[in-house]
């Protein structure tokens, strides 16, 4: 399983968290963008990601929790390892198309409440689905079951190389059910970042 970490909780430690992150097992470093339409909160402004990208030593899953395409355009600009926006905000392949042209891997994230046959068009064309388990917006939230069956229904029918994440709420008994709902990677946040060393619970998750 791959561990990917959110520090969206420590916005207030932020390089003292990533410093963490560093030293730890994890796979990617998690920064989740938000901006105040998409979801209410408006977090991890350009120019902190910069910040944040220049400390890390991990790989960038960036998580843009927004509806303008242009925002989308101008985070692609640092060049993360995953750039994964909301399957909600589009209708056709032009973000998609504008993001691999870049040279970067595309997720599409899709809500507790959405559709997943809205993901359905664009399986063949991105390289990872991310399946929100909690409302959208605030880390430390509780895990929805209600996505397990969602992500089975996906797998069966995905490309054999699509990666699978979920994000939200995701903790060490939450993670048996991501497991068995077939998931690849886990977005975590304040499971990791509140516990005293975060190495330790990562290596339980995985
Ligand atoms: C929620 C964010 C998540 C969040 C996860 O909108 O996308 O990445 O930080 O935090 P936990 O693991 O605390 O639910
Ligand atoms: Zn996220």
């Known amino acids: 399983m791959k561990v990917s970490v959110s520090i969206l909780k420590e916005y207030d430690n932020l390089i003292s968290a990533v410093k963490k992150v560093n030293k730890s097992s994890a796979d990617f470093l998690h920064i989740d963008v938000m901006d105040g339409k998409f979801v209410d909160n408006k977090k991890f402004p350009l120019e902190v990601v910069k910040d944040i990208k220049s400390v890390s030593t991990k790989k960038i899953d960036l998580h843009l929790m927004v509806k303008d395409h242009n925002v989308i355009k101008e985070y692609a600009q640092l060049m993360p390892e995953y750039i994964t926006f909301h399957v909600e905000i589009i209708d056709d392949f032009k973000l998609i198309d504008y993001v691999k042209s870049l040279g970067l891997k595309v997720g599409l994230a899709i809500n507790p409440k959405t559709d997943i046959n809205l993901l359905i068009p664009y399986l063949d064309d991105i390289d990872l689905v991310l399946f929100m388990s909690v409302e959208p917006g605030y880390g430390g939230q509780s895990f929805k079951e209600e996505v397990v069956e969602k992500i089975r229904k996906i797998k069966k029918i995905a490309p054999i190389d699509l990666i699978i994440s979920i994000d939200g709420g ?34 339980e998750l995985k």
Request: charge should be negative.
């Open 170 to 203: 995701i903790n060490d008994k939450t993670i048996e059910l991501c497991k068995y709902a077939g998931c690849d990677m886990v977005v975590v946040g304040s499971y990791v970042t509140n516990s005293k060393n975060y190495d330790d619970s990562i290596k």
